[in-house]
């Protein structure tokens, strides 16, 4: 199998990536989905009433190592044992998921394009700009529900960490996109263009 390419969806938490990764999975199936999600560090002290000791807004929260080093496997045709992540305890669990090499890899995340080795292991750089009060309802939705945080925990955290952390370190790698989907899933012209730069990978790789 030829070298296989990379394409890496970056947002702002709640941008609708992971809406994008879906509405791609809908028309071609012939991909690896690594969510950046799947490789912070584990903060297991962590709980509702100390959410900001661990800034999971900051690009050191990320095993950029692991994530290197699985991506020039993938890349390289090999296999992976992707980590899993519990984000109730904050912790890395002991399973791993795996993950066989296929012609494309998607790999999403908030900061995927902070580090420049990272970077620079991706064909194709994608930013997802959504507004912020749209981004901050659906990151309350999905802490709450999800992830057994409370209104309070939420909103503290998003007022210490993530708005000043996606300002500081996610916005400006917006220059490093090839392309910009403004409103995420909703803008179908983009998902339209995206796409077949998508079969034109698995078409000709």
Request: with cysteine; proline share 4%.
């Amino acid at each position: 199998m030829a070298q296989a390419k990379v394409i890496g969806i970056c947002g702002g938490s709640g941008s609708g990536k992971t809406t994008i990764v879906r509405k791609i999975s809908e028309m071609v199936s012939d991909f690896v989905f690594i969510p950046q999600d799947n490789y912070y560090k584990s903060a297991s002290y962590i709980s509702n009433a100390n959410i900001t000791a661990f800034n999971f807004d900051h690009p050191d929260a990320f095993d950029n190592a692991l994530i290197i080093e699985h991506l020039d496997a993938l890349r390289a045709g090999r296999p992976i044992d992707m980590p899993t992540y519990d984000f109730v305890h904050h912790r890395r669990t002991e399973e791993t998921v795996h993950v066989e090499a296929k012609k494309l890899v998607i790999f999403e995340g908030i900061m995927i394009f902070t580090n420049k080795e990272v970077r620079d292991r991706l064909d194709l750089k994608v930013f997802v700009d959504t507004p912020d009060d749209i981004r901050f309802i659906r990151r309350l939705t999905r802490d709450i529900k999800e992830r057994g945080r409370t209104l309070d925990s939420v909103i503290e955290q998003y007022l210490t960490v993530v708005r000043p952390g996606h300002y500081e370190f996610i916005e400006p790698t917006k220059q490093f996109a090839d392309i910009i989907i403004p409103e995420g899933g909703a803008n179908e012209r983009a998902l339209d263009v995206l796409i077949r730069f998508i079969n034109s990978i698995l078409a000709t790789n």
